[in-house]
Structures are given as C-alpha cells and as structure tokens.
C-alpha cells in the first residue's frame, strides 16, 4: 500500500522505498498499529515488534536492491538507533512534512560524521 516496494528483505530486516516520504511514515504507522493489535492475542513469546527508521532524499533503486545516503541513514536509524515499536524520522523527514505529521524531537546523533536531528513518530 501507499506505492512502496520492498526490494529487499535479509535476516531481520526489510527494505522498502516510497515515492514520497509522507507515504512511508502512513506504512510505518500502520504496520505498528496492526502489530500492536496482533500482539496483544498473543503470549510475549510470540509477539513480533519493529524498529523503523526513515529519511528521505535521492536514491539509485534497481530492480532488487537500492543505495544512496538516504538508504544508509535509514537502516542506521532503524536497525541500531530505534527502540522496538518505535518509528523514528531523520530531520529531512520531518522538514519536509512540516505540518502534515505529528512527531517529538527524540535526540541527536552522529552518523557517518554527519549530525542528525531524530524524531518520534506520533502513532
């Protein structure tokens, strides 16, 4: 839904692309909202739970795979930064939905040598 793509899914982690980024915050929000409603009909052992990270700029996207800035601050985000049922956004993100999506700065950080403002997500 929402014109995304998954092009690539390793170990524990799914790569997807949108054509905008106001799209993949809408698949962010509604894959933690189904799983927060599965979750609750099952025991804590078999509950599944995402850690998402979003940015948002140009990209090179082939048929399988996909690779730019953009990818590299994204799955940093999400793979080591994002806590479970969390959805944080890059401050490209945010800057570029000003107005159309509630969310709370969280923190700083350093990747890449680069500063990056992160934000909560609202549900």
Same mark, same amino acid.
Do not use: M, W
């Given at each position: 839904? $929402?014109?995304?793509?998954?092009?690539?899914?390793?170990?524990?982690? *799914?790569?997807? %692309? =949108?054509?905008?980024?106001?799209?993949?915050?809408?698949?962010?929000?509604?894959?933690?909202?189904?799983?927060?409603?599965?979750?609750?009909?099952?025991?804590?052992?078999?509950?599944?739970?995402?850690?998402?990270? *979003?940015?948002?700029?140009? %990209?090179?996207?082939?048929?399988?795979?996909?690779?730019?800035?953009?990818?590299?601050?994204?799955?940093?985000?999400?793979?080591?930064?994002?806590?479970?049922?969390?959805?944080?956004?890059?401050?490209?993100?945010?800057?570029?939905?000003?107005?159309?999506?509630?969310?709370? =700065?969280?923190?700083?950080?350093?990747? $890449?040598?680069?500063?990056?403002?992160?934000?909560?997500?609202?549900?």
């Amino acid at each position: 839904r $929402g014109g995304g793509r998954v092009l690539s899914q390793r170990a524990d982690n *799914i790569l997807a %692309v =949108y054509p905008a980024a106001l799209s993949a915050v809408k698949a962010a929000r509604r894959a933690q909202q189904f799983l927060k409603k599965d979750n609750a009909k099952r025991p804590p052992s078999d509950r599944f739970h995402l850690c998402i990270g *979003i940015d948002a700029g140009p %990209v090179l996207a082939l048929s399988d795979d996909v690779f730019g800035a953009a990818v590299n601050i994204a799955s940093k985000i999400g793979e080591d930064l994002a806590e479970k049922n969390e959805i944080l956004l890059s401050g490209e993100v945010v800057h570029r939905l000003a107005g159309r999506i509630r969310s709370s =700065y969280a923190r700083s950080t350093q990747i $890449g040598g680069r500063l990056f403002e992160l934000h909560r997500c609202a549900p």
